[in-house]
């Protein structure tokens, strides 16, 4: 039995959680406290991944990514091979999942009382040292909660990884795409036991993330009580 | 008062009864088709000429992937014919006695070709797809998508399946294979003439030779729990009369080989 699937869907949903969460923590940070239409607006972009369907998430990403479009054949022209690729489908399931990451971090970092932010300014600390030092660990307990959150869809993303990416065994055949292809081939029996599979995943997965988030908020609240 | 609670009550009892009578009234001259959708085309231009005669049904498609169609049919979904886009999920009907008895017939055939996108001069033959700048070759799902099934068939039979299948993309359907080439994210692809015929993003590289894969072919037939056989058979019958012929052909759809 070909076990790819799930060494696929270990790895793309892995590093879409850590690209999403690097990138959703940042924009968070660059957003949160800001005020204005613009920024509203912003919001509603960055949440449309979340709002559209995911098959329509991926067939908009094959449409700005694949060469029929300037940015895909600019790619394509650079040598990059993107479309049915590995990258694709991290691209994919990231790009699902930002929403997720995005809105918990700043919910997280908003709650973090600005008079601490504002106390390590007079005394002298910078931009980047108060958000290392005082929002992340403050905001821990939230983030860590998207990053759960963001694992979980990206394990299960169907639809953009399935459009962007292509089903291709063994490179992009993700659990889910091989669940949905046994069913449609009538193999009941294959997508019962990848269906399992993906419990079994997702169970062990949530649970020891939700064990490291726990013991790195008992690190990160010692940390700012020391301080 | 006795009189306007009574009232009341038969308003009520008329409004809970009729949706379901306007439904009782509504069979009589109406019938729906399940048909594939990558007849949808061909059977919208059915639909316009046969609803100009005198008398026609009002006819309702429901066009889906074959598949999931037969497992809606097999659930009870109200449908009075059903056109397949291959044997299989006909067969898999009739060996659950859901069909009408000898209301099966194929009412149309199809030619599976290899696409490019239009302009790409790479791939001039079947061998020029083990080239190495041709990377990725889009094919239905073989276990699934009766497009891939014919594909993998013909390959198999010319002895370049293996020399091939390091490439292939397996799409969830024959209209996804037409999307990654016409898009030039595949370098080709296999699909049937008639979606190859439905945009001008791609051209025909290869016709398969015939002799290399079962002849494609759509069976219809009249599901026995159908309120209006009448009416489905004589729908059954105009696909398969000139005129009905005539058209699917213009869409690029064969003679059946029956």
Known sequence: ?227 | MQNRRAMLAGMLAALIAAPFLARAQGTSGQITVAAAISMKDALEAIQAAYGARAGAPNITFSLGASGILQKQIEEGAPVDVFISAAPAQMNALEGKNLLLEGTRRDVAGNRLVLIVPSGSTTVKSLDDLKKPEVQHIAIGEIRAVPAGQYAAESLRNQNLFDALRGKFVYAQNVRAVLTYVAGRDADAGFVYETDAKSTDKVAIAVAMPASSYTPVAYPAAVIRSSQSAGAAKAFLEYLSSPEGRAILEKYGFTTPAK
């Open chain 1, 1 to 227: 039995m070909d076990l790819s699937p799930i060494r696929l869907s270990l790895e793309v949903s892995v590093a879409a959680t850590a690209v999403v969460t690097l990138l959703g923590t940042l924009v968070a940070g660059w957003r949160v406290r800001r005020r204005g239409v613009i920024f509203e607006l912003l919001d509603g972009v960055f949440l449309l991944p979340l709002v559209l369907p995911p098959t329509v998430v991926g067939f908009l990403l094959l449409l700005m990514l694949g060469r029929a479009s300037p940015i895909g054949e600019f790619i394509y022209q650079l040598g990059l091979r993107l479309v049915f690729s590995w990258n694709a489908a991290v691209i994919a399931a990231a790009v699902t999942t930002f929403p997720l990451m995005y809105m918990t971090a700043r919910a997280a970092l908003e709650q973090v009382d600005a008079s601490l932010a504002e106390a390590a300014r007079t005394l002298g600390a910078g931009e980047g040292r108060i958000f290392r030092e005082i929002l992340l660990p403050l905001a821990w307990p939230g983030l860590a909660a998207g990053m759960v959150l963001t694992f979980a869809r990206a394990l299960g993303d169907f639809g953009a990884t399935l459009i962007l990416a292509g089903n291709i065994p063994g490179r992009t055949q993700t659990l889910p795409l091989a669940i949905f292809f046994a069913v449609e081939a009538g193999d009941t029996q294959e997508a019962v036991r990848w269906s399992l599979v993906t419990v079994a995943i997702s169970l062990a997965a949530l649970g020891a993330l939700n064990l490291w988030t726990r013991h790195r908020t008992g690190l990160a609240m010692r940390v700012v009580q020391q301080d």
